[in-house]
């Protein structure tokens, strides 16, 4: 009997997805590479160790593998992103019929998947790109899901993906038919910029609330304390990280501060820069992990640069909180801009609201602010004019005002919290200093400029030296 379904590549994602397959009743082929060294191949080793596994079949020869399955064929590759994408779809081209379906469940670049797409196409092969968020457990118990690519090809595998999706509050699958080409990994993409920013954000209470002298324990009770308003997967998994002790210690206090990435970060920023979008937070938060990186210059500068404080760090729990649930509005927003503006940009038409529901469970930036999101974005693309949300910056502002300039008179880094209000005051300003820009721009270049009152819209120039 041929199996409905094929999983390539057992690293980590690879075999929890595999299993989610398996036990959602699915019969499925699974290939690995043959890894040297390794007597029996990994993917025999794997069924044999789970026996949700044990209608599947294991391979680690590419022909068995793609004939062993049902056609038209369904493959999801879960290998790293990069030109082993590309290798591995040359490796299987040879084997395949027109109509198979390959699935792309890795954090590969937008770009690279419409090309993969268009190529495909030609060799009359879908390409589905799907993002996947959640992480091992999440691809074991119910990942996000982001999947792109025809609309065609999407039916052929939505059985799938939506059986091992996690399901939101109505017990629909956080699986949904995204758009065409790299749509899905471009909103993985933006997801993961997202993720930076909540990531960063808690980064910054941590400092505010170390300098409040308060240790690891006392800062995961206070966290604990947010969740009633504030919940976020996020914010329980660092609450977790802050308890961790090894012997008299916590962990946290014992791990090198300086901040890894595997690029998803750098590419919102680069798209976001690209878009003409200024999703700011993303880009502060991306540059936080890179100025983390310089341990040395930065401790040789902490004895040169930084100056002993003698005033008091003062800010009420409270502001903090507010502060935090004020920056993350501002990053929900320009996150989901930045999407409209590419689906304006590529012509996708994504649903933005239905993009906030399958965020709502499984992925890394599930929370409740999503899920208020999905039901804001029904009646507006904008969330900073929707009155619940305008109601709540108005009352939450104070608090972040208070909290960032304490933080600056303190010399402490807070990047993410002081651009989120920096941003907003640039944003809800009807008359800002661009007006300069557009003059200094006109006087060394003669780049004209538009004069307000002037319904023409006409472009002037001044010789400025006259
Ligand atoms: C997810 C995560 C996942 C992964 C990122 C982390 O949604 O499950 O985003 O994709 O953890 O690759 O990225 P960095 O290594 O760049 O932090």
Redo the contacts with the bound molecule.
Sequence with gaps: KKSEFGLFGLGVMGKSLARNLANKGFHISLFNRHVPGIEEDVAKNFKNEFKELATSLPFDHIESFVNSLETPRKIMLMVNAGKIVDNVIEDLLPFLEDGDILIDGG?SNYNKTKERFDYLKGKNIHFVGAGV???EE?ALKGPSIMPGGSKESYKGVQPFLEAIAAKDANNLPCCTYIGTEGSGHFVKMV??GI?YVEMQLLAEVFVMLKALGHNPDEIADILESWKETTNSYLLEITIDILRKKEGDDWLVNQIMDKA??????NWTTITTAQLGVPSSMIATALFARYTSFYKDERIAASKNLATKINTNFNVAIDDILKAYQFARIVNHYQGFKLIQEASKNYQWNLNLSELARVWTNG??IRSELMVELVTIFKSTDNILTDETIIDKIKTLKPSVKKAVSECILNELPIPNFSESINFLNSFAIANSSANLIQAQRDYFGAHTYQRINDESNKFYHTEWNN
């Excluded at 890894?260 to 970060?265: A, E, P, Q, R, V």
């Design positions: 954090n968020s959640g992480g999440g997801h993961n993720e890894g990435n595997k690029g998803t970060g992925c890394i």
